[in-house]
């Protein structure tokens, strides 16, 4: 496995990991035929990430999944905090990969 597709797979591990045990809008992070609920959106996390999208970026397109795709009323300052989790996600990962 080479160095592109190593940190991939530690983005894709780190963003299902943040959408389900911290985002969770739907509370499924304890239902064990649920760990895949939001696995449809790690792509998306993903490349904002790698294309160095800013938070509010992120915080739109979370917010869009919560409340226009999903139709839930959302919780902005949750929403909000987990576009910036994702930010030190990719400093992380980032930083893992220059050392």
């Known amino acids: 496995m080479n160095d592109w597709t190593k940190r991939a797979k ?31 959106y790690v792509t998306g996390v993903y490349k904002r990430l790698i294309s160095r999208a800013s938070e509010d970026a992120l915080f739109a397109y979370l917010w869009e999944i919560e409340t226009d795709y999903m139709g839930l009323y959302g919780n902005e300052n949750h929403t909000r905090a987990i576009a910036k989790r994702f930010l030190d996600v990719r400093e992380f990962i980032e930083q893992g990969s220059r050392m």
Do not use: C, F, M, S
Not at 14 to 24: H, M, N, P, S
């Open 10 to 40: 530690r983005y894709h591990e780190a963003i299902r990991t943040v959408l389900l045990k911290e985002w969770d809008p739907i509370g499924v992070a304890d239902i064990p035929e649920a760990q895949d609920e939001y696995d449809a």
